[in-house]
């Protein structure tokens, strides 16, 4: 069902621990001539180009790629009361969180009349994607726009791929989500085409470009988001998810196995991985991931993911090992299921979001924890973060010299632009008080 790595018995350097990270075949590169195809054709021949695009890849061609107000109205509407009332709930739970990272303004005085203020600014437009292949994610609705407003931005596109099942509109889920928070900026398209239209822009469906690129998607849309970075930014290159155990012998080896299968269940490349020092748990653990993989909903995917090369139970020494190969794989989600999860976590460094204790699963923080689900993937959270309010910020450095201040430091800085065979540089303070001594002369 999953293999075993077992790295007992060594000392690992952090090479032979990054070595040792079980990871999928796929690359984001192997996708990126397809990717960069699909881009070059929307920016050929915009609408019509993302059209073809939708029938050929997604098996349906929409009626028109912009959504009329009228569906996102029909969608908010028919929204299940069950859903709009947990959705609402999440909207309120990620809304406090996020907030909370919107750093203050704030000013330092380096001397009387010498300030440098830092002030944190939104961008003013941002393209949000929504996938829509295996399955439905209005809670990834919430996640990208929901930090987009708190950090002030004004201008939300929204893009999510037509669905067959629905004559070629948007699942009306995420129209009702988008619906509910106020987002009525929607296209019904999917995939690298997608990403390329919102970076790019498309005059004849009235798509303006965005500063900034964000949302989880598929290989492609990963390729894509790298093709397009400089054109506008992007949050990370999500692939496949992937979920980390790290536990010991106090954990519930059932408990343990739901969280792995959990998240197989999104994808076939879907990383599901297990470092331990307990055998004994790492046996029972393989023992019920047979049996759930068999009796979940989408049991030949989980079976795939589990049985892929991304996939392993990791036996170790100790829970030091077992933090150190965590560092080294990079995990999106990490869960810390042991009977002193502080003290594991002390030694954590690269993670996406963790969560601790046996009352903190995975599950939780895609939807309703507060914290936000889209996160780097593929080892990425080695040296990049989630999804949050700070992603759509740019910190600018605003500064403020009084006439006394900037003479202060005249010859220093005419020291150091000469020192630097930039005399120009010097010469613009000092043209200053020149032409104040000029003025009144004069």
């Known amino acids: 069902m999953i293999q075993t790595i077992d790295l007992r018995g060594s000392e690992p350097t952090p090479a032979a621990l990054l070595a040792s990270v079980p990871r999928a075949l796929t690359s984001v590169a192997v996708a990126a001539d397809v990717a960069a195809e699909l881009i070059a054709d929307v920016r050929a021949r915009g609408g019509a180009a993302l059209l073809d695009q939708a029938e050929r890849l997604d098996r349906v061609r929409p009626g028109q790629v912009r959504v009329p107000p009228s569906h996102i109205t029909?969608?908010?509407?028919?929204?299940?009361?069950?859903?709009?009332?947990?959705?609402?709930?999440?909207?309120?739970?990620?809304?406090?969180?996020?907030?909370?990272?919107?750093p203050p303004h704030v000013t330092t005085t380096i001397e009387a009349g010498a300030t440098v203020t830092q002030r944190w600014q939104p961008v003013n437009r941002v393209g949000l994607y929504v996938p829509g292949g295996k399955a439905v994610y209005p809670s990834s609705v919430v996640m990208n726009v929901v930090p987009a407003q708190v950090s002030g931005v004004r201008s939300i596109a929204l893009a999510s791929p037509p669905q067959s099942q629905f004559d070629g509109r948007v699942h009306p889920t995420i129209l009702a989500v988008a619906g509910l928070l106020g987002?009525?900026?929607?296209?019904?398209?999917?995939?690298?085409?997608?990403?390329?239209?919102?970076?790019?822009?498309?005059?004849?469906i009235g798509l303006d470009p965005v500063q900034i690129v964000t949302g989880p998607g598929n290989v492609y849309v990963a390729a894509a988001?790298?093709?397009?970075?400089?054109?506008?930014?992007?949050?990370?290159?999500?692939?496949?998810?992937?979920?980390?155990?790290?536990?010991?012998?106090?954990?519930?080896?059932?408990?343990?196995?739901?969280?792995?299968?959990?998240?197989?269940?999104?994808?076939?490349?879907?990383?599901?991985?297990?470092?331990?020092?307990?055998?004994?748990?790492?046996?029972?653990?393989?023992?019920?991931?047979?049996?759930?993989?068999?009796?979940?909903?989408?049991?030949?995917?989980?079976?795939?993911?589990?049985?892929?090369?991304?996939?392993?139970?990791?036996?170790?020494?100790?829970?030091?090992?077992?933090?150190?190969?965590?560092?080294?794989?990079?995990?999106?989600?990490?869960?810390?299921?042991?009977?002193?999860?502080?003290?594991?976590?002390?030694?954590?460094?690269?993670?996406?979001?963790?969560?601790?204790?046996?009352?903190?699963?995975?599950?939780?923080?895609?939807?309703?924890?507060?914290?936000?689900?889209?996160?780097?993937?593929?080892?990425?959270?080695?040296?990049?973060?989630?999804?949050?309010?700070?992603?759509?910020?740019?910190?600018?450095?605003?500064?403020?010299?009084?006439?006394?201040?900037?003479?202060?430091?005249?010859?220093?800085?005419?020291?150091?632009?000469?020192?630097?065979?930039?005399?120009?540089?010097?010469?613009?303070?000092a043209a200053r008080f020149q032409a104040a001594r000029f003025s009144a002369d004069s």
């Open 74 to 102: 029909d969608a908010v509407t028919g929204l299940d009361p069950a859903v709009r009332t947990a959705i609402t709930e999440t909207i309120h739970r990620v809304r406090l969180a996020s907030a909370a990272q919107v």
């Open 183 to 204: 987002v009525d900026e929607i296209y019904a398209m999917g995939g690298a085409g997608a990403i390329g239209a919102l970076a790019y822009g498309v005059e004849d």
């Open 225 to 429: 988001k790298r093709l397009i970075r400089g054109q506008a930014g992007i949050d990370s290159e999500a692939g496949p998810t992937d979920i980390l155990v790290i536990a010991d012998a106090a954990a519930d080896p059932l408990l343990v196995a739901a969280d792995l299968v959990s998240q197989a269940e999104h994808d076939e490349l879907a990383a599901a991985v297990l470092v331990t020092d307990s055998p004994e748990l790492a046996e029972a653990v393989a023992a019920h991931l047979a049996v759930l993989a068999a009796s979940t909903t989408h049991s030949e995917r989980v079976t795939a993911a589990l049985r892929g090369r991304q996939s392993a139970i990791v036996l170790v020494d100790d829970l030091q090992v077992a933090a150190a190969f965590s560092n080294a794989f990079g995990p999106e989600h990490l869960e810390i299921q042991t009977s002193d999860p502080d003290a594991v976590l002390a030694q954590i460094e690269n993670a996406g979001a963790i969560f601790l204790g046996p009352y903190s699963p995975v599950s939780l923080g895609d939807y309703v924890a507060g914290s936000n689900h889209v996160l780097p993937t593929g080892g990425q959270a080695r040296f990049s973060s989630g999804l949050g309010a700070y992603t759509f910020l740019r910190p600018q450095q605003v500064v403020r010299y009084s006439r006394e201040a900037l003479e202060a430091v005249a010859d220093h800085i005419a020291a150091l632009s000469n020192a630097e065979a930039l005399p120009a540089h010097g010469d613009a303070v």
